[in-house]
């Protein structure tokens, strides 16, 4: 409560401004923030919610960068995670887009530095939900979000407003009910900050873990190199050290093989829960915009799936958002292929 009156009484002194950018040009809010934003409109960005509990905490902000490449069609590709947990929320856009000499042209005008502006999707700038469907109507357009614990799950933006089956169409693909809130409101702060220095010790508490455990063992080998110098010479050391290695040889042989045996056998579990072809030929089917479309080719090959489409009104970005809510695929990338009205989508099978 003090917090919020806090940021209220500097925003309600503050001069810094926000922009938004549609598709078409950029506008003034007419609220001022704690820090000066250019807010990229939903239609600009592409969204996905990705899982990071098998990547330690200090590298995974290294491993949405190394991510977001395969995700994106675009040839430059910008991006902004936000954490919940191992879960990243990320919006990444064509970095092309942004249209920077009108951001540097109204921050100037505006008596604001161009090089403190964060760039920021629309999104981080509505309400953040906790649980269930919502229709968020945007700066231009709408977007059907679902969300749990306060997670944004999943996202879809249209121009036009969606229609009742759409809706009902992306409820199922959640699992969840079709009862959808709509909201209208703009936020004047974004709901997502930067990391505080609290949330920076915690993504890199195993840094700084490994730092303090480094310095101390350094410390303790120097003095136990001290001690045991002494207590051993002229006691035979060198002997007594390897009759111990001959001692602890079988039980270091017997983990050795117990490791590779556990590690074949994840493997084999691995390839037992891996999904059937026509499981995931229906479930491609099933997202195809175009009930007319057909399947011109299908590779699949150690996790990897190749499918041509031939589509007479294909549109790229709208199949890789399709097949992205899919609950197996991931990694969906998209380029021409041979032959009139193809393309060629790539992706990762899960599990």
């Not at 902004?80 to 920077?100: C, E, F, N, P």
């Not at 998209?334 to 990762?348: P, Y």
């Amino acid at each position: 409560m003090i917090q919020k009156s806090l940021q209220d009484l500097r925003r309600r002194f503050s001069r810094r401004p926000n922009f938004i950018q549609g598709r078409r040009d950029a506008t003034r809010l007419p609220r001022p923030s704690l820090s000066a934003h250019w807010i990229l409109g939903r239609g600009l960005c592409m969204y996905r919610c990705e899982n990071f509990d098998h990547v330690p905490r200090a590298r995974r902000e290294a491993a949405v960068r190394l991510q977001v490449p395969g995700w994106s069609p675009f040839e430059r590709t910008e991006h902004y995670a936000v954490w919940a947990g191992g879960d990243a929320m990320v919006w990444y856009w064509d970095a092309d887009a942004v249209d920077r000499e009108a951001m540097r042209a109204q921050f100037a005008e505006a008596g604001a530095d161009p090089a403190r502006c964060l760039v920021l999707p629309e999104t981080v700038f509505r309400p953040r939900q906790a649980n269930g469907l919502c229709l968020q109507r945007c700066a231009e357009g709408f977007e059907i979000q679902y969300w749990r614990d306060s997670l944004l799950l999943s996202a879809v933006w249209s121009l036009e407003r969606p229609s009742a089956q759409r809706v009902v169409l992306f409820a199922e693909r959640q699992g969840a009910a079709a009862e959808a809130v709509e909201v209208d409101e703009l936020l004047a702060e974004p709901w997502a900050a930067q990391m505080s220095p609290r949330e920076w010790l915690v993504a890199n508490e195993l840094r700084v873990a490994a730092g303090l455990a480094l310095v101390l063992s350094t410390l303790l080998i120097g003095q136990a190199g001290r001690h045991w110098k002494l207590v051993l010479a002229g006691q035979g050391a060198d002997r007594d050290f390897a009759a111990i290695q001959e001692e602890v040889a079988p039980f270091m042989a017997a983990r050795n093989e117990q490791r590779r045996l556990s590690g074949i056998n994840d493997r084999l579990d691995d390839l037992l829960r891996e999904p059937s072809q026509a499981y995931l030929m229906g479930l491609i089917d099933q997202a195809l915009p175009n009930p007319e479309a057909r399947f011109a080719a299908w590779h699949y090959q150690q996790g990897e799936l190749k499918v041509v489409v031939e589509d007479a009104a294909v549109d790229p970005v709208q199949y890789v958002r399709l097949i992205e809510e899919l609950p197996v695929l991931t990694d969906v990338r998209v380029e021409q292929a041979r032959g009139r009205n193809r393309i060629e989508l790539t992706m990762q099978v899960g599990r």
